[in-house]
């Protein structure tokens, strides 16, 4: 039977593996290219990345950042985006053990990551991912947990609603793929997408109210600051402590 030791290491390495393909997926879907076909290239000379040039944060290390063939300079985000798949990996397996129900966050952390690249790069959240993970979602939750089906879809349609009714009365700080995300982290997260929200809402403040004491705050109102990243995080702290901060939260109020 595998140790814990292993389990943490073997989903690590998975990671890994697995945010070599997100970086693919946040350059290709924002395109509406093919994420699986061509092979990936250097996008500065066109030549095919060989597979020893193409092992997650080492050979960018090994390579120093540059193209192999042109020399070209590679963006750090692309061993960054590696590395952190790899370390919430390792982090959920940690917290949540290697069975079946750990599926799902696992996914779950997929999706967030290429949205948190696509989003910064592009300022949307594509359809092409939210879909998907909205489906497998609920398939999940019906073959895995069905006893978490109900909680989970009226918590979707409550974060849903609730950023529906931010974005239309202030649709410049909103889009609809916030919405969408929302509702998604609700069949995700359940009643832990209330902490995810709020934590999602306090960085994004925090944000914006640097950014206006950096520019001034004419120049940081007309600043683009995209949603998607923290509620990327609010989802990763509903991950590891949503549920826990709910408990606190009714407890301290006798409920």
């Given at each position: 039977?595998p140790?814990?030791?292993?389990d943490?290491a073997l989903?690590?390495?998975?990671g890994?593996a697995f945010?070599?393909?997100?970086?693919?997926?946040?350059?290709?879907?924002?395109a509406?290219?093919s994420?699986?076909t061509?092979?990936?290239?250097c996008p500065?000379?066109?030549?095919a990345i060989?597979?020893?040039?193409n092992?997650p944060?080492?050979?960018?290390?090994?390579l120093g950042?540059?193209?192999?063939?042109?020399a070209r300079?590679?963006?750090?985000r692309?061993p960054?985006?590696?590395?952190?798949?790899?370390?919430?990996?390792?982090?959920?397996v940690?917290?949540?053990?290697?069975g079946r129900?750990?599926?799902?966050?696992?996914?779950?952390?997929?999706a967030?990551?290429?949205?948190?690249?696509?989003d910064?790069e592009h300022q949307?959240?594509p359809n092409?991912?939210l879909a998907?993970?909205?489906?497998?979602?609920?398939?999940?939750t019906?073959?895995?947990?069905?006893?978490q089906?109900?909680e989970?879809?009226?918590?979707?349609?409550?974060?849903?609603?609730?950023l529906?009714a931010?974005?239309?009365?202030?649709?410049k700080?909103?889009?609809?793929?916030?919405?969408?995300?929302?509702?998604?982290?609700g069949?995700?997260?359940?009643r832990?997408?209330?902490?995810?929200?709020?934590?999602?809402l306090i960085?994004?403040?925090?944000?914006?109210v640097a950014?206006m004491?950096?520019?001034?705050v004419?120049?940081?109102?007309q600043?683009?600051?995209?949603?998607?990243?923290?509620?990327?995080?609010?989802?990763?702290?509903g991950?590891?402590?949503?549920?826990?901060?709910v408990?606190?939260?009714?407890?301290?109020?006798?409920?």
């Open positions: 039977m140790s814990p030791a292993l943490i989903a690590s390495v998975i890994l945010g070599s393909f997100l970086n693919v997926v946040a350059y290709r879907v924002p509406g290219l994420v699986l061509p092979p990936s290239a500065g000379c066109g030549h060989r597979p020893y040039d092992v944060v080492l050979s960018w290390l090994v950042g540059r193209c192999r063939s042109c300079s590679i963006s750090p692309y960054l985006t590696e590395a952190a798949t790899g370390a919430l990996f390792a982090a959920v940690i917290a949540r053990g290697a129900s750990t599926w799902l966050a696992l996914i779950f952390i997929l967030l990551v290429a949205i948190t690249r696509i910064l949307i959240i092409r991912i998907p993970l909205a489906a497998v979602a609920i398939i999940l019906v073959v895995l947990e069905p006893h089906l109900t989970r879809l009226i918590a979707g349609a409550g974060a849903g609603g609730v529906l931010a974005a239309l009365a202030y649709p700080g909103m889009g609809m793929g916030d919405v969408k995300l929302a509702a998604v982290m069949l995700v997260l359940g832990a997408v209330g902490p995810a929200l709020f934590v999602a960085t994004a403040t925090v944000a914006g950014v004491a950096r520019h001034g004419a120049e940081g109102r600043t683009k600051i995209p949603f998607g990243p923290f509620l990327a995080l609010g989802s990763v702290v991950l590891f402590a949503g549920r826990a901060m408990s606190v939260y009714l407890h301290g109020f006798g409920l």
